[in-house]
């Protein structure tokens, strides 16, 4: 075992790009909270089953403790921290808060990020696994409950915040304000 | 290896005092890397402290550790032959009136066993602390449920004096119970601070939040009840047994609901703890009444069934006048008003009574209820309010957060008692320096905060025409409390589901879930619904989903993740709604009772009594998984 290995990676984060070296060992969470600083992606099992650290990354969904840091060179991530622009919260963000989408908002992080990677992918046509007609030539499926429950399941909420979460989702959804 | 700093065991690791515990009295549990043994399975043998993270997970996966097996014994039952009568911290078991006879005497009796698996707080946020020496005092910010409470512990564990401990707990990631004390997490990183002169970060994975943070210890359950064809209630027997461990006294008690809800000629409850080689459990959320409420309200349902009455009237049919153990008077009881309000809003009236008469397609489809109460009051705790020169007020009090939005609440008393905006309320909390104060635990932080608050703002506001700020004066309720008169104390609930069963995949799903809550007063309806409707959904969860799985051989939970340890998730759960009648408590000054806790106490009986009504099957234990649902399907 080489221990200690160390490896260059290139992120640009929320629009600012870093150059680190990092442990090869290194997963992406780690590095953006202990290198970078950008602690909004939360740590709830390091394993890929919470979903608290899910961040942005070129625009996807990515659980960030199940990709090491060096995968990640040249991507461009957003964090919760990056949702935000000019001082002023992110339409989904204000929803969470009217809405009460939220608890210890441990999960929270990760819930705004996946929602903002699934409106995406859902307005650009994606399936899931409830959506009825699954025909290549449709446009977006409806975007009800079950959907947005389905395509959030990724991301735990012990506090049982779910049904304003997907309140908070829908009404996003409904405005258009698909990016968040 | 690289990095490493030092490794911590038994050999070298600080001493630690026996004396150190909970509510319950000492605690072993605390006392980690005191000696050679290995109490449970899951206890740490060591501490690798290094650099960063990345060298100290290398550096203990390294670390060579070997054990010789002794016997031990993790398998639970009633029957155990260690069984033995459970502490009566809670008070002695009820014993009112002849059960035998009345049970004779009865047009039915239901005599059934129920049973509830070993469950895991689950908090989304690890268990983390980082502590270090600052100078003579010991500073550490950790995530718990009581800075002071857990400040208090860590310094009897290290054998300080108190003033020399400062722990903070600012911003807590859910707790449940699991944070409630002085977690292995803080234990660890005051051993490696200690030891090795630097600050050091202790956070455990999800693994070792399973295997070393406490459960809601498993249960055996056996309730009888009698009834009159009347549907009047001659006898309530509820005996319940529960895991310990021998290192730490605990009790889980399943019968308090059994000693205050229903009205019965005859009670009686019996406390059975049997010790195992297990991490000790401890509360997790709803501790007691979750269990005991799946096994009482479940017979209920029972006993309904064989008088062919509506449970909802068999519950109406056995109000209490007063304590039906304790003979206290109640400071207000609310029950029926939630019966009635949560039936007429779930539409419960038009309920067809007969089980496995609705299909929806392949699905069978039915409704439950099931009533509950949780014990509430005040707990002694201090505060400090400053009136600053500009004009705002400073409150510090050692309240903690992790979630229920206790900060928020607390600005509003504070500036109801102030009379005052909310703009003008600095609220500072959880920090031990704060003072004594309780936990967030037991349904009773805001109460108990919220009176030190309102004290302490009636002897500021009698200062405030002197014109000197900074002003500050301090509060304790601790005199106050012991001076109320003796009352049955509860919040009231009143669980309403609806599920379908897939007989194909033994697959139940929650359609609808109803709560009807008597609280107190509510101070933030957004944050009480918020909790309200939390502990409906872990309670659904509890119903259908979790359960700690151990192998015997080994004595290991074996399914110590989330992959494993499955807990609802978005596409578990239907929108839920929960709601408030009015309530207040008459002897609390801001007319609090407590919300935390009693969401999650009724949903599962709720849900499992859906459940018969669905399949016409009984579902006697949790979590009612396909399996168990397809084998007991009657085709």
């Known amino acids: ?180 | 290896m690289p990095g490493v700093i030092g490794v911590v065991d038994h050999r070298n690791a600080p001493r630690l005092s026996p004396l150190a515990g909970t509510f319950f009295g000492p605690d072993g549990g605390l006392l980690m890397l005191q000696d050679g043994v290995v109490p449970y399975a899951g206890c740490p043998v060591a501490l690798v402290v290094a650099r960063t993270p990345e060298q100290a997970k290398a550096a203990a996966d390294a670390l060579p550790v070997t054990y010789d097996e002794q016997p031990h014994d993790t398998h639970f039952s009633a029957g155990h032959p260690a069984a033995r009568p459970a502490s009566t911290v809670f008070g002695e078991d009820a014993n009112v009136g002849d059960v035998e006879a009345e049970l004779a005497r009865s047009a039915v009796v239901v005599d059934e066993w129920y049973r509830t698996p070993e469950e895991h707080c689950g908090a989304m946020e690890l268990h983390s602390a980082t502590a270090w020496w600052d100078g003579e005092r010991l500073q550490a910010v950790d995530c718990n449920q009581g800075p002071f409470i857990v400040a208090t512990g860590l310094a009897t564990l290290f054998s300080l004096e108190p003033e020399r401990v400062r722990v903070r707990a600012e911003h807590v990631g859910g707790g449940f119970g699991s944070k409630g004390l002085c977690g292995p997490q803080l234990v660890l990183a005051v051993m490696g601070a200690t030891l090795f002169g630097r600050p050091v970060r202790v956070t455990m994975s999800r693994h070792q939040v399973f295997l070393m943070t406490p459960p809601r210890p498993a249960t055996e359950q056996r309730v009888r009840i009698g009834a009159g064809a009347d549907g009047s209630l001659r006898a309530i027997d509820h005996e319940a047994a529960f895991e310990v461990s021998p290192l730490a006294s605990y009790v889980e008690n399943c019968v308090e609901p059994t000693k205050t809800l229903y009205a019965a000629a005859a009670i009686r409850t019996r406390l059975t703890a049997v010790p195992l080689d297990i991490l000790p459990p401890f509360s997790v959320r709803g501790p007691g009444l979750t269990p005991g409420s799946f096994a009482l309200e479940s017979a209920m349902d029972e006993v309904a069934e064989r008088l062919g009455l509506d449970p909802l009237e068999l519950r109406l049919r056995n109000e209490p006048a007063a304590g039906p153990v304790s003979g206290l008077p109640f400071s207000r009881r609310d029950l029926v008003a939630c019966l009635r309000e949560g039936a007429r809003r779930f539409g419960w009236a038009d309920r067809d009574h007969r089980p496995r008469t609705r299909r929806e397609g392949r699905l069978l489809a039915g409704t439950g209820l099931a009533a509950t109460a949780f014990s509430t009051g005040a707990l002694p705790s201090s505060a400090s309010i400053t009136a600053e020169a500009d004009g705002s007020f400073t409150v510090a009090v050692g309240a903690s957060d992790i979630g229920t939005g206790a900060r928020t609440a607390l600005i509003a008393v504070a500036a109801d008692a102030l009379r005052v905006g909310t703009d003008r309320i600095r609220m500072r909390i959880a920090d031990s320096d704060f003072g004594p104060a309780w936990a967030a635990g037991g349904s009773r932080g805001t109460a108990s905060w919220s009176w030190a608050i309102t004290d302490a703002a009636a002897k500021l506001r009698e200062r405030l025409g002197d014109p000197e700020r900074p002003v500050t004066v301090t509060a304790d309720t601790t005199r106050v409390l012991g001076g109320l008169p003796p009352r049955e104390r509860h919040a009231y609930s009143a669980i309403f589901a609806q599920v379908t069963a897939d007989p194909a995949t033994g697959e139940v799903r929650v359609r609808r879930l109803l709560g009807m809550f008597a609280v107190g007063r509510v101070v933030n309806p957004l944050l009480a619904r918020s909790q309200a409707v939390g502990g409906m959904i872990m309670g659904l969860s509890m119903a259908l989903h979790e359960e700690g799985v151990r192998d015997r051989a080994s004595g290991r939970q074996v399914n110590a993740d989330f992959a494993g340890y499955h807990i609802a998730a978005h596409a578990d759960v239907p929108d839920v709604e929960a709601d408030f009648v009015p309530d207040y408590e008459p002897d609390d000054p801001s007319g609090i009772k407590g919300v935390g806790e009693i969401g999650t106490v009724g949903t599962a009986a709720a849900i499992a009594n859906a459940v018969w009504h669905a399949t016409g099957v009984r579902q006697r234990t949790l979590p009612i998984r396909v399996d168990r649902v397809l084998e007991d399907d009657p085709r």
């Open chain 1, 1 to 180: 075992m080489v221990d200690d290995a160390r490896g260059e990676v290139s992120l640009r984060v929320n629009g600012t790009a870093h150059r680190l070296e990092v442990d090869n060992r290194r997963t992406l969470l780690d590095a953006l909270r202990d290198s970078i600083g950008h602690t909004g992606p939360k740590k709830g099992c390091d394993r890929g089953q919470c979903g608290a650290c899910t961040v942005l990354v070129d625009g996807r969904r990515v659980v960030s403790c199940l990709m090491l840091a060096v995968a990640a060179d040249g991507c461009e991530i957003t964090t919760v921290e990056g949702l935000a622009g000019g001082g002023e919260l992110s339409p989904i963000q204000q929803a969470f808060v009217r809405l009460d989408g939220f608890q210890c908002g441990y999960c929270t992080a990760g819930q705004l990020c996946s929602a903002v990677g699934m409106l995406a992918e859902h307005a650009a046509g994606w399936p899931s696994a409830v959506t009825a007609d699954v025909s290549p030539d449709l446009a977006a499926p409806r975007l009800d409950a079950a959907e947005v429950r389905e395509r959030m399941s990724g991301n735990l909420c012990r506090c049982g915040a779910y049904p304003s979460i997907v309140r908070a989702v829908l009404e996003t959804a409904a405005r258009g304000q698909v990016a968040g």
